[in-house]
């Protein structure tokens, strides 16, 4: 079945050490995602990219870095200036040229935990 | 700048009654879409339904409709027949056609009295 795929589920870590969360999508969508899910403050993007070897900051790209090697891969850094990095982590994709391609598929998330 | 207001922070309905929830937004785009998207406790994001704003037809999918009034910048869900798996938090969102990405409101948890 096509779908996302993040990992891990949950992730514990230090304060300053730099994590990083798994992003696959086998939809052969275009553009992916990276959201962050706080208690009443929605979801808020963190990185996207639209093409391979190129992403765009989004509105809280700090202390959060990003590659896009491959069309199915979109991996999120935490870095240790990442100040509070305790929360959800959404990644998202969507088509660029089917109708209605601002549909996003979402992976089922990623808790990340600093201790 | 695109903004997406959902001032309700959270809603109950009894099994069986109708629910709508609230959401508002801004935009300087002609060529725009509306969302509403379901977190149940799983914290997996589903897509309810999609309004592109050039139609005038409100949207419906089954118990989901919506009611789009597009110069008032306002986007409402409404449930009817509301079932105790429709407990969730709902959140509204935003895309133009310029750009894919989406801009979410802060969600609204729905809760469903037996």
């Known amino acids: 079945d096509g779908g996302i795929t993040q990992s891990p589920k949950y992730l514990f870590r230090k304060e300053g050490q730099n994590v990083t969360l798994s992003c696959e999508q086998n939809l052969n969508h275009d553009a992916m995602y990276w959201y962050r899910q706080d208690p009443g403050q929605g979801l808020r993007l963190i990185y996207y990219?639209?093409?391979?070897?190129?992403?765009q900051k989004g509105d809280i790209a700090e202390g959060y870095s990003v590659s896009r090697e491959k069309k199915e891969s979109f991996p999120l850094t935490v870095t240790s200036a990442q100040k509070n990095p305790t929360a959800f982590y959404l990644c998202?994709?969507?088509?660029?040229?089917?109708?209605?391609?601002?549909?996003?598929?979402f992976g089922a998330g990623s808790r990340l935990t600093v201790l | 700048a695109q903004t997406v207001t959902q001032s309700q922070p959270e809603m109950s309905v009894q099994e069986a009654e109708t629910v709508t929830l609230s959401c508002t937004y801004d935009t300087s785009e002609s060529d725009y879409y509306l969302f509403w998207y379901k977190q149940p406790p799983s914290r997996q994001m589903i897509l309810v339904i999609r309004q592109e704003a050039y139609k005038q037809q409100n949207a419906t999918e089954n118990r989901f409709s919506v009611n789009f009034q597009k110069a008032a910048k306002s986007f409402s869900l409404k449930i009817s027949d509301s079932q105790l798996g429709d407990a969730a938090m709902y959140f509204c969102a935003l895309g133009s056609g310029a750009n894919s990405k989406l801009t979410f409101g802060k969600g609204i948890t729905l809760s469903v009295r037996p």
């Open positions: 990219s639209q093409i391979v070897n190129d992403f």
């Open positions: 998202a994709s969507n088509s660029l040229r089917e109708a209605g391609a601002n549909v996003l598929t």
